[in-house]
């Protein structure tokens, strides 16, 4: 009974390749989000999406696509991997008007683009 | 521009003491801090959070403390369990669907 779960746990493939993370909350949250935590350990948002709609964009590259099919999921799709893009992706959610805007966090996908 | 910091990378306290980890944070926007935990190979866990309208918080063992004038939050564990060995992260949020702004964390050893 995850709350919220993350495929694959692992990710290595070469540069070039496009490639996608799922994310999925039992929750029953609105709001999801996509984080990175780079080789400095520096955890940092890249996406918020609430109800299915996009709220937050940081700069991110445009290869970089979430999708949300519905709320319970949200998934990272990624065209054109560089060496750069290697870091731990993290999925989050939480519920708007929650008190503390406290977010639940997946395992993580560590991803390798060699 | 790191809006949220955590100048000390580790911490080592012995077990039964407490353990103190600072943040500060320069973004006054911010209205909710939030402390997460976290092991190798996992994701962060949400551990305790305080509103930019109160001073103090706590649950258990753990308290958190916000000097609003200051900038300055803190998180006391006490007392700390061998348990409590992981990475603490400070967060800071505006809220509603506002990403978290984490600080880099802080390297909690406690030592039997």
């Known amino acids: 009974d995850t709350a919220v779960s993350q495929t694959p746990k692992y990710l290595v493939t070469q540069m070039g390749n496009d490639k996608s993370i799922k994310c999925e909350q039992n929750?029953?949250?609105?709001?999801m989000y996509w984080y990175k935590q780079d080789s400095k350990k520096f955890l940092k948002i890249m996406f918020s999406?609430?109800?299915?709609?996009?709220?937050i964009n940081e700069t991110v590259p445009n290869r970089f696509s979430p999708k949300s099919p519905d709320k319970a999921h949200l998934n990272l799709h990624i065209n054109s991997l560089e060496l750069g893009d290697s870091a731990v992706y993290f999925c989050a959610s939480s519920q708007m008007g929650q008190t503390y805007n406290e977010q639940f966090f997946g395992p993580g996908t560590r991803l390798t683009v060699l | 521009d790191q809006q949220v910091k955590q100048n000390s990378p580790s911490l080592s306290v012995q077990e039964g003491r407490i353990s103190i980890l600072n943040c500060d944070y320069t973004?006054?926007?911010?209205?909710?801090f939030l402390w997460y935990k976290k092991y190798p190979a996992e994701g962060p866990t949400f551990l305790i959070s305080i509103s930019s309208i109160k001073d103090k918080n706590e649950d258990g063992r753990f308290t958190v403390f916000l000097n609003k004038s200051a900038k300055h939050l803190s998180l006391h564990i006490v007392p700390s369990q061998p348990g409590d060995s992981a990475v603490y992260f400070c967060?800071?949020?505006?809220?509603?669907?506002?990403?978290?702004?984490f600080g880099k964390g802080t390297h909690l050893i406690i030592q039997p």
């Open positions: 973004n006054s926007m911010f209205d909710y």
């Open positions: 967060a800071a949020s505006r809220g509603g669907a506002d990403g978290l702004t």
């Open positions: 929750l029953g949250h609105d709001t």
């Open positions: 999406y609430n109800n299915k709609e996009l709220i």
